[in-house]
């Protein structure tokens, strides 16, 4: 009773990506879940996270406005009653999207701690399962940095931070990637002095970078680009200390520093599961880890850190356990950071095509030349083009801007079937779309003199 085809480790978007690839070659499967069904995405990433920024956009929108006869009201925000929305909303996606399509797909989930005895047998909860091959899909969580003094101190995460049923009176947020620019601005859009710590949007484009910098400034969310160095408690709450001597006090401490594999006493080393420097599971384009019937997928084999990645390398990961090897196509890979406005892209930045060997040329579109941004009086933002100077061939777009994510699935198009600028230059827009900046933009490789609107 306790032997299956493919047992899978994990319930968020890479292990029901990899139950339902193994139920479509008729399979038996079984996912093994030790928390809440769903993984990080839907219960403590993506999903809240964008939930909560969303909010905070609105009562952003509710005091400011940048269109003269429009007057603009807001009140206090009611913590309690924004939370309970949000895990409705959870509650709704874990029963819709996960609970229901295990069902109709055919495929268990059993709850419990998973634990591999040896490298064929696997243990929950003192029971003992076993299959023809495994895939973990466990995630990562919140890495914490070795910093002096950190031990010592309270400190929320992005995981714990949205569970607050108070707002602080002020944050220092510790990381200024991706997670900690939405971080604070969502705090920061909700009430709270924010002061943000590190390398600001360190795999942006710079001209995208910079636009959001702006953004932030006015905003009155104080950017530190230093590295913290020490932490130490003080009677208004926390202080951190930078690399150049500056001191920062807040009473709240938010840390945002990456993350790490969830392989916590999966027994990996009994399976002959080996992993890198930073504890992600090795694995080969294939997804097989050095256990040739494990695979890993999602997060935890140290892949780009999307859902829909994870689901991708979940589908691979699965198809390769059951005898039918596969790879993941990253060609204009997109992502987007979801803060106002938007830092997206997809494909390479000029730097990383110049590494690889690429001759780029590139063309930054200014939101001022973009019809949607005027009408919107949203005119701060920026558009770049990365292409292959000798082919043509869009390399990477990036973006500054409101609604840049929905642009880069045109980008992506346009990357992963060899596109050239000529080609989104003569492809149809539609007018007063944030889209059509692709089109302005691949334009500027033909001229740089001023253009009627749709000319």
Known sequence: MNQYDLIVIGSGGAAMAAGIEARSRGKSVLLVEHGPLGGTCLNVGCVPSKNLLAAAGQLHRAATTPFAGVSTTHGRVDMELLLAQKRELIDHLRQAKYASVAEAHGFPVLYGHARFRDELTLEVEGETFKASAYVVATGAAPNIPDLPGIADNDYLTSTSAMDQDHLPVSMVVIGAGYVGLEQAQLWSRLGVKVTLIGRFAPRAEPEAA???????????????????????????????????GAQVVATTMLIATGRSANTSALGLEAAGVETDARGFIRVDHQQRTTNPRIFA???????????????????????????????????????????????????????????????????????????????????????????????????????????????????????????????????????????????????????????????
């Open 210 to 244: 910079d636009v959001l910098r702006g953004t932030f400034a006015d905003e009155g969310i104080t950017v530190l680009e230093e590295r913290a160095t020490q932490v130490a408690r003080n009677p208004a709450g926390v202080l951190v200390t930078t690399h150049s």
């Open 297 to 455: 997928a999602g997060d935890v084999s140290g892949s780009p850190q999307y859902v829909y990645v994870a689901a991708q390398t979940g589908h691979v990961a699965a198809a390769g356990a059951l005898g039918k090897p596969a790879s993941v196509d990253y060609r204009g890979l997109p992502g987007v950071v979801f803060t106002t406005p938007q830092l997206a892209s997809a494909g390479l930045t000029e730097a990383e095509a110049l590494e690889v060997g690429h001759r780029c040329a590139c063309r930054v579109l200014d939101a001022r030349d973009i019809p949607r941004a005027l009408v919107n009086r949203e005119d701060r933002g920026v558009l770049k083009l990365v292409i292959d100077a000798d082919t043509g061939k869009v390399l990477g777009v990036h973006a500054a801007l409101d609604g840049a994510g929905d642009v880069m699935l045109a980008a992506t198009y346009a990357i992963k079937f060899g596109l050239t600028v000529d080609d989104l230059a003569d492809t149809w827009a539609p007018y007063l779309t944030m889209a059509e900046s692709l089109r302005i933009a691949a334009g500027l490789f033909r001229s740089a003199l001023p253009t009627s609107c749709c000319a």
